[in-house]
């Protein structure tokens, strides 16, 4: 158990509709980065957020967005979906911004547009 | 922007014996870190292990070490006594140690230790 805590853990929705995803980080970690994994693209970054801050913004799509909450806990929105945003999303979360700390990652959550 | 190549999309090996899993990256930092992460059945991923570019000495956890060769941009993983345990996606990442500290993630190698 990795500290980091995905719900929900699978999620089947219909084109077209509008998601959340819900991430809490290990305890006094400020860094939480969010990550796609699909057998088209491989594992990739998405964002990453500092105390509540964006810091980094990797291949997200513009129908994407997220945001880190003064509990630090994060979520990520998915709106307009497409047959092709069907992947795994995994949070992960690291205790500083400029070192590089260990980055762990949550159990994900599996994602199926239909 | 920074590749990983992970040449090799499947491996097996025999329950006790070693493997080693190769990869590639492509770079112009001088500073960086690369790791190698596992994700076994449940999807879960984990650290296995991680070299700091300015090191010279080849990074070791127990059975899993490295063979890093900053020059050619090389970052092998050789898993030595493998256990059955071992079967899983391999992925090689690397991070630019600056502000923000992503990770870039090659396609993975599948491993498959059998009895």
């Known amino acids: 158990d990795s500290g980091v805590t995905q719900t929900p853990k699978h999620l089947i929705t219909a084109t077209g509709q509008r998601v959340t995803l819900r991430c809490s980080p290990r305890s006094g970690d400020l860094s939480v980065y969010w990550y796609q994994q699909s057998l088209d693209q491989g594992l990739q970054f998405l964002i990453q957020y500092y105390n509540g801050e964006e810091r980094a913004k990797g291949n997200i799509l513009e129908r994407f967005s997220a945001q880190q909450f003064p509990d630090l806990h994060s979520e990520l929105n998915l709106s307009s979906l497409e047959l092709g945003d069907s992947a795994l999303y995994f949070c992960a979360s690291s205790a500083a911004l400029t070192s590089a700390d260990e980055q762990f990652f949550g159990p994900g959550t599996r994602l199926t547009v239909l | 922007a920074q590749t990983v190549t992970q040449s090799q999309p499947e491996m097996s090996v025999q329950e006790a014996e070693t493997v080693t899993l190769s990869c590639t990256y492509d770079t112009s930092e001088s500073n960086y870190y690369l790791f190698w992460y596992k994700q076994p059945p449940s999807r879960q991923m984990i650290l296995v292990i991680r070299q700091e570019a300015y090191k010279q000495q080849n990074a070791t956890e127990n059975r899993f070490s490295v063979n890093f060769q900053k020059a050619a941009k090389s970052f092998s993983l050789k898993i030595s006594d493998s256990q059955l345990g071992d079967t899983a996606m391999y992925f090689c990442?690397?991070?630019?140690?600056?502000?923000?500290?992503?990770?870039?993630f090659g396609a993975g190698t599948i491993l498959r230790v059998k009895s």
């Open positions: 990442a690397f991070m630019k140690t600056e502000y923000g500290n992503k990770l870039v």
